[in-house]
């Protein structure tokens, strides 16, 4: 008797006298038939398989892996997006996970074959459109779960149907790696099958059809990039690459997230319910409001959150300290210069970066936000600058208090490049939170570091002159600010991402000398939406993206702390060239006490911290004990 093997309760079974009849199922094991005889039961089913989908959302991180409530070292302090406390350079995912991400995937695996297997016998008691679409959603599971192990390992044993012992033998069950090729093959394969059979309309949470296509345009942009990029090869006995994708594929590759992005237009759409053309506060406001607007058009595919049953801490690790609840966490991730410096309206340099000096002399302004007073919006909505307000709040950000003499402009407080803290000499600092108000000449006082940082000790604070903004709820009591209290919903795609996956696509195809459209005029159109959305500069013309790193940096601001850059960053191979040796800048803002102004001090992070990305990492170990467990495994290279 096959049992659909769900255990409920967690009891002792009986031996001997006790158990006489062997073939009678146990209570506590619910069977296929209460399962797949009721729409109950495949949605329970469905909803339980769903939750283990392998999302990198708030309750993810390198370090801890998927799903787990306390997050150190988050994701975008890996990139180089922002800097943290707990992060102290670069990092693969942590090889040591117990589960580990490999054996995740492949216990879903099992579950969507299972499904996938089983369904079919009870279809009898259903329509065949509702029996194809779960099969659909099953298929787009797998092919999100296999997609989720490509990305890290490359080529991974193909299991398409549920593997049993003894039934099998263990030489069966120790299957080999097939080939990347094979394995984004197999999941383009699975996605086809769902946008085929899957309807439009799906329950919030859940696949449609356009979601298959929108995960498949995510999956192959990926595939084209390694086809295009990557270096580094791994053959097997047999000639399976491993790892790697014949260059010859890229075109195929590009053109099938291309194609598969085109499907879902005139099906969503850019959010612009408060979006007014001109007018920077109400395109601000858009884009906060969007990542909380459970009806918006733009999300693609969530993962909804609802206290208590379901919850994260979000909120409590990243509100700025002057909000932070009882927990006492606070600004886990602060966003780097390096970031804040690729949005348009922010005075620069002729080479990119801020410009906060004229002819040698500190530029002084009355506020902290005049600096950012030509910003694009976006920006506003992503990261807290100092200054900002939030929570009716405004957002106190200081380095300290100079109080040196002015006269004729302040100069540099450290020689251009250095890597020292600042001088103690004519500089108010705070190691901590319990800092002693400073009285300026005027009579007034001021905490030196603000009540938000920057603390020289504790570093419980906005360590980079910058707190994240984006899906901090604007409106959550801080009595509420705790860890496991949050339960915004998570959006894993976004039609906006839709979007840059069809440009990219687009401008790669354009490069590679793909001519059966105007793919380059495609990419500018594409992002030429996003960036109107955003209030940003829009493009002139095609000839404007004269450069891939046109096309990639939009993605980096739209996309910044959705836990999407990370991976960019390897399907790019860029990963360790930006991150070699590298310290990221910060901007800290000081008070002129004599002058009643803020000057900034653009610097390398005070800290000293290192990124270096290891080229092994583009392909992560696979955990040892499976390599010990089925000889059958190659390891990846380096490891």
Known sequence: MKKYTYVILSIFLCWASACKKLDVAPLNIIQDKDVFTSTGGIQAYMSRIYSQLPIEDFRYSPQRGLNFFWIISPFPAVTGEALSRDQNGAMQENTGLNPSTWNVCYSLIRDANYFIETMPKYAGSYSPAQVSSWLGEARFIRAATYFALVKRYGGVPIVDKVLNYPEQSIEELRIPRSSEEKVYDFIAADLDYAYANLGEPNQTGRANKYVAAGFKSRAMLYAGCIAKYNQITLVDGSGNRLCGLPVSKAVTYFKAAYDAAVLLENHYSLYKNAWAAGDKQAQYQNYVNLFFDAKSAENVFVRQYHY????????????????????????????TLNYVELFDGIPKNADGTIKTQTTGKYDLYTNTMDLFANAEPRLRATVILPGDVFKNQSIEIRRGIYTGSSAGGISPLLPAGSTSNYPTTNIVQSSNASQTPYKLPDGTTMNPAGLSGIFTGDQTDAISGFSVRKFLVPDKPTSEVLENRSDQTWIEMRYAEVLLNRAEAAYELNALGSVDKNYLQDAFTAINQIRERAGANLLVSPANLNSVDIVRNERRKELGFEN???????????ADKEQNSTIYRVLMPFFSANDKKYFFDARTDERNVRYTFDVRWYYEQIPQGQIATSPNLIQNPGY
């Open 564 to 574: 999407k850059i990370w991976w960019d960053m390897r399907r790019w191979r860029t």
């Open 308 to 335: 208590p049953e379901s919850v994260h801490g979000y909120d409590a690790y990243n509100v700025p300290r002057q909000l932070m609840g009882a927990n006492g966490y606070s600004s886990e991730v602060n966003p």
